[in-house]
């Protein structure tokens, strides 16, 4: 199966940006990229996830390698909100299930003020 | 909000017992997630469904089971509840069956089993 590697933790300046990376050497063909936050006591949130292309949206970007072995995700401006766990997740198709999103220790980001 | 309802918000129980826990989608949603998380532990996949259907298992205990109504709620039961069954609890959703659509997670349960 498809497994990711994050850094265990990272920190940042307010209103810095931040590239948070992600290694998935294994990633299948047709597998996207998920990007998931969890601030504390909450849920995960989700962030951003792609294909091939690198992605926006209101809340990061998502610089995918062109041979999609890792991936990148920026947070243009870092603010204190921004602290969290992040997640970068691949589908898991262990035990013969293509529906699986299973979650590793991510890195945990520290924002400086 | 993600729009995935779940309650309780916290329960507080005694070894032995047993509970339920209730998460309803986003709506139209019609994949329901649940997700285990205790203190020394990531989230760990317990078990999907889609439209009723069981499609994923993960480490789910005997003990636990689940279920999707046609409503597309769906209910996790954790019975004989031990000390170390304490954790929060997620339930997330997403509109498709399969594994590259965004997942949405509620707000969780917190259960605390003395």
């Known amino acids: 199966d498809a497994k990711t590697t994050q850094p265990n933790s990272m920190e940042s300046n307010e209103e810095e940006p931040v590239h948070l990376p992600c290694n998935h050497s294994t990633i299948s063909g047709t597998d996207y990229i998920h990007w998931y936050r969890q601030l504390p006591s909450q849920g995960p949130e989700y962030v951003i996830h792609?294909?091939?292309s690198n992605v926006n949206n209101r809340m990061a970007s998502l610089a995918i390698a062109e041979d999609r072995k890792s991936s990148t995700l920026i947070l243009h401006r870092a603010t204190l909100r921004d602290a969290a766990v992040y997640y970068c997740?691949?589908?898991?198709?262990?035990?013969?299930?293509?529906?699986?999103?299973?979650f590793g220790k991510g890195t945990l980001l520290t924002v400086n003020p | 909000d993600s729009g995935v309802t779940q309650t309780p918000k916290h329960l507080i129980t005694a070894t032995g017992q047993r509970v339920t826990l209730r998460c309803s989608p986003r709506?139209?949603?019609?994949?329901v997630y649940w997700y285990q998380q205790s203190l020394d532990q990531g989230l760990q996949f317990l078990i999907q469904y889609y439209n009723g259907e069981e499609r994923a298992k993960g480490n789910i205990l005997e003990r636990f089971s689940a279920q999707q109504f046609p409503d597309l709620h769906s209910e996790l039961n954790l019975s004989s509840l031990e000390l170390g069954d304490s954790a929060l609890y997620f339930c997330?959703?997403?509109?498709?069956?399969?594994?590259?659509?965004?997942?949405?997670f509620g707000n969780g349960t917190r259960l605390t089993v003395t």
């Open positions: 997740i691949l589908r898991d198709r262990s035990g013969g299930s293509n529906y699986k999103l299973t």
């Open positions: 997330a959703s997403r509109s498709s069956g399969d594994g590259n659509s965004p997942l949405h």
């Open positions: 709506s139209g949603d019609l994949s």
């Open positions: 792609g294909l091939t």
